[in-house]
């Protein structure tokens, strides 16, 4: 895949990649939601914006990492999951 900058008219972002993510211990995902670091070192997490008016809380933007791409049901262990990882640039 190609980097990119994306402009939109809230800002830029970088486009990385499409890849697969190791989301925290039992915890799903949901394609079209959004993926966040975790607060737990080494893993993400995921939150629907539109439960949240759809902007996260200053403290979610700067984890969020990309979107997810696919829906995973929750594992024991983390799981992987696809996600397009993005950057913002502004």
């Given at each position: 895949?190609?980097?990119?900058?994306?402009?939109?008219?809230?800002?830029?972002?970088?486009?990385?990649?499409?890849?697969?993510?190791?989301?925290k211990e039992n915890t799903?995902?949901?394609?079209?939601?959004?993926?966040?670091?975790?607060?737990?070192?080494?893993?993400?997490?995921?939150?629907?914006?539109?439960?949240i008016g759809g902007s996260?809380?200053?403290?979610?933007?700067?984890?969020?990492?990309?979107?997810?791409?696919?829906?995973?049901?929750?594992?024991?262990?983390?799981?992987?999951?696809?996600?397009?990882?993005?950057?913002?640039?502004?």
């Amino acid at each position: 895949m190609k980097l990119g900058l994306l402009m939109g008219i809230f800002g830029a972002w970088d486009t990385g990649a499409v890849c697969k993510v190791l989301f925290k211990e039992n915890t799903g995902s949901t394609r079209g939601f959004v993926a966040l670091s975790s607060l737990t070192d080494g893993y993400c997490e995921d939150i629907d914006l539109a439960t949240i008016g759809g902007s996260p809380a200053t403290d979610a933007h700067f984890r969020e990492i990309g979107h997810v791409k696919e829906t995973v049901a929750a594992a024991g262990a983390g799981t992987y999951q696809l996600v397009l990882i993005h950057f913002h640039t502004l």
